[in-house]
């Protein structure tokens, strides 16, 4: 029995339409509803161009590639300390070689050492808002045309959130939006669909034609099925996965390798982009008030800390940073015997040193926690009562 289940996507009536139709219709790679999108986005992100792909890292690997043939020269990117390790991954696979900057207790870059990385004549430099927790992204624009960096403003997680009257991922050279589980517009797993802005416009010609060259993205329909039956669904469908992943199988519906394909959006998930795009609003506001209420029942524990939070602030998702020296798998277990679900963050992509350290005790330390539209204040009050129990029970038994 899960009681405070995590949420990995929002989705409403308008979602399951829009697959039936896309569905129905035979038109699950190709269709209207791409072309729909791009009208959306560019309307949404102009004057930056948007670019609708399989993946977020597919944008960065066409971007990293046109950053590489203007300056040949330069070979590091930056990427801060926690970082998705697909980033990375995307990165190497360029050629390049990804280097960690330091982050602060927010999870973003800290800015004393991207100043001094700035300074050694990087390529470029990845900033993600991490968990949508906003940078100061001007003022690293303002320094890396200063330092002649190329800058990629990473909001993969947010989307429709402004910064000094403009939106995430308009900032610097390029852009690049995610729609992927846990983010901010959510259309499925595994190559459902990201967005590569351009917002230099003497990069537009390449990169459009570079998109454009790409295939519409295969494979989406197992996909779509995991997604529902594993992510949306799992409440009803529970550890059932790998019986619909055998069946996929047999079905010959899984090509092993159609999620690593560099593609453009297919048409079922720009289809069921384009329908929760209203929803937008909404789903910021309900994440920020979910937010609140944790800000509100961690005032009465001092050993747990909300570091991303701020009045008003909307956040992907809700991490808490335990006391040092936690059990976080213990804790989880406690957590979920109470049937409270929790998650990890991410794992730092990078052997030990100095700029790793801080993010690698972070990374020890935090705990996602369900943060759904539905957790109601005293939903958090019971989760975060449940979560102080489990460390002092730890701590009693230390
Ligand atoms: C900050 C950040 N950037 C980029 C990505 C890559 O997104 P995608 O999986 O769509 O390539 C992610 C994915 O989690 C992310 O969190």
Redesign the pocket.
């Known amino acids: 029995m899960t009681r405070h289940a995590l949420s990995y996507a929002d989705w409403s009536g308008a979602e399951y339409r829009s697959v039936a139709r896309s569905l129905l219709g035979g038109r699950v790679r190709q269709g209207r509803a791409s072309a729909q999108l791009a009208l959306r986005l560019d309307a949404d992100y102009a004057p930056s161009r948007a670019y609708a792909l ?7 690997a066409l971007a990293l590639a046109a950053f590489k043939r203007r300056r040949p020269q330069r070979n590091v990117v930056l990427v801060p300390a926690y ?2 390790p ?2 990375v991954s ?1 990165i190497s696979a360029c050629g390049l070689q990804a280097q960690p900057v330091a982050v602060g207790d927010d999870l973003n870059l800290d800015m004393r050492a991207l100043r001094e990385a700035l300074g050694q004549a990087p390529l470029a430099l ?1 900033a ?4 949508a927790c906003p940078l100061p992204i001007d003022e690293i624009e303002t320094q890396c045309r200063a330092a002649e960096v190329f800058l990629v403003d ?4 947010v989307a429709g959130v402004r910064h000094q009257g403009r939106l995430l991922g308009t900032f610097g050279d390029v852009g ?5 589980q ?2 901010t517009i959510v259309t499925g797993i595994r ?4 967005v590569l802005l351009v917002n230099e416009p003497s990069l537009d010609d390449e990169l459009g034609a570079a998109c454009a060259a790409l295939p519409p993205s295969p494979g989406r329909l197992a996909a779509l099925l995991e997604f529902c039956w594993n992510y949306l669904w799992a409440d009803r469908t529970g550890a059932s996965g790998d019986h619909l992943e055998r069946l996929l199988d047999t079905l010959g519906l899984r090509p092993a390798d159609a999620g690593e394909v560099q593609a453009r959006i297919s048409n079922l998930d720009a289809g069921i982009a384009l329908a929760q795009w209203p929803r937008l609003e909404g789903i910021i506001a309900a994440r920020r008030t979910v937010a609140a209420h944790y800000h509100a029942a961690l005032q009465e524990q001092d050993a747990i800390r909300f570091p991303q939070f701020a009045p008003g602030r909307y956040l992907a998702r809700v991490m808490l940073l335990l006391p040092e020296g936690s059990d976080l798998a213990a804790c989880r277990t406690q957590l979920r015997r109470q049937g409270i679900q929790s998650r990890l963050g ?1 794992r730092i992509p990078f052997p030990d040193q100095a700029a790793t350290r801080h993010a690698q005790a972070l990374a020890s330390r935090l705990l996602g926690m369900p943060s759904g539209a539905d957790i109601s204040a005293e939903d958090t009050r019971d989760i975060c009562q449940h979560l102080s129990q489990a460390l002092s029970d730890f701590h009693s038994k230390v």
């Open positions: 399989n993946y977020a890292h597919t944008g960065l970082i998705c697909s980033v995307t990845v993600p808002h991490m968990f990473d909001a993969a997680q690049l939006l995610s729609f992927a846990s983010k190559g459902s669909g990201g991410y």
